[in-house]
């Protein structure tokens, strides 16, 4: 059955509007407006509220790049919030960046609830986060007491996610700046294994040495690779896919080809999605779990 996942209790974040192609929400106490290609609707709120609500938009000027304009003139650069699920208590520095992303996708926080607690069921757990961006999934897993790999291609992001980590007052976990891909291919040829694993690949990028990365061309050799190092008994698997030309289903068959023997286990599919104000979903990307038994 497909689910909706929509988080809750992320007092830090609001989707406050959609619409026209652009999404207007709070992260903490600023406002930003930014492109939304799924947004197809008409908006709830006028044009005039948008601009009076907003501190700042980002303005696209090419494919994947463009500029912020500040409508508040005291907006900051950057700014700090904060995510709380059961004891776990971590914390995110945002910054605009040229890329439209401020540092979180606050629609993952329903997964990071997911994560702790899967963690909290087994005694230190390792877990794998694999293209791990600034760290949300790998805070929630060592907060919950897990041995974590954070693993993502490029060094500023994973330098990034170390900020976070001291801001969310933990310590101690890997990090790698390497290309993920490459690395599960030789944890397999290692024989390793983990508890948990998180996977979250872009639809395209590059590795720290040129490697280039298309979701569809290399997600099935990706999937076998991740499924030989999960272990087989107490383990759990996230993953996430952001490509609008992947549906829920794409990813459960992808699990169950290569993970024939853990479908005795629950197997969670459906959409991430944010809630506005006005009640509309926003969708946010699909996703499959592998619950552990």
């Not at 005291?74 to 995110?92: C, G, K, L, Q, T």
């Not at 298309?214 to 490509?243: M, P, R, T």
């Not at 169950?256 to 006005?278: D, F, V, W, Y």
Request: aromatic fraction near 10%; glycine fraction near 8%.
């Amino acid at each position: 059955m497909i689910q909706i996942g929509i988080p809750k209790g992320f007092k830090d974040y609001e989707l406050i509007d959609s619409g026209n192609n652009e999404k207007l929400e709070r992260f903490g106490r600023y406002v930003l407006c930014r492109p939304e290609p799924q947004a197809v609707w008409s908006r709830s709120l006028s044009p005039q509220e948008w601009r009076r609500l907003a501190d700042a938009r980002f303005e696209q000027a090419g494919s994947s790049s463009g500029t912020w304009e500040r409508i508040n003139p005291d907006m900051p650069d950057a700014w700090n919030v904060a995510y709380s699920h059961r004891e776990m208590r971590i914390r995110f520095r945002l910054t605009l960046t040229r890329f439209k992303h401020v540092g979180i996708f606050p629609e993952q926080a329903w997964n990071w609830d997911f994560i702790y607690d899967q963690c909290k069921a087994v005694p230190t757990p390792k877990v794998l986060n694999l293209f791990a961006y600034t760290g949300g999934a790998s805070l929630a897993a060592r907060a919950a007491g897990a041995d974590v790999i954070h693993c993502d291609s490029i060094r500023q992001v994973v330098n990034w996610a170390n900020r976070n980590m001291e801001l969310s007052k933990l310590n101690d976990i890997r990090w790698l700046v390497e290309d993920a891909f490459k690395f599960v291919k030789r944890e397999a040829g290692r024989g390793r294994t983990y508890h948990g694993i998180v996977l979250d690949p872009p639809a395209w990028g590059h590795g720290p040495k040129g490697e280039k990365w298309k979701l569809e061309d290399q997600i099935d050799e990706l999937i076998g690779y991740v499924a030989a190092i999960l272990d087989s008994e107490q383990s759990f698997l996230v993953f996430n896919a952001y490509s609008l030309g992947f549906s829920a289903v794409i990813l459960e068959n992808l699990v169950r080809s290569h993970l024939p023997k853990a479908m005795t286990r629950k197997l969670e599919i459906g959409e991430l999605c944010l809630r506005e104000r006005s009640g509309r979903r926003l969708p946010a990307g699909v996703f499959a779990r592998l619950v552990r038994k």
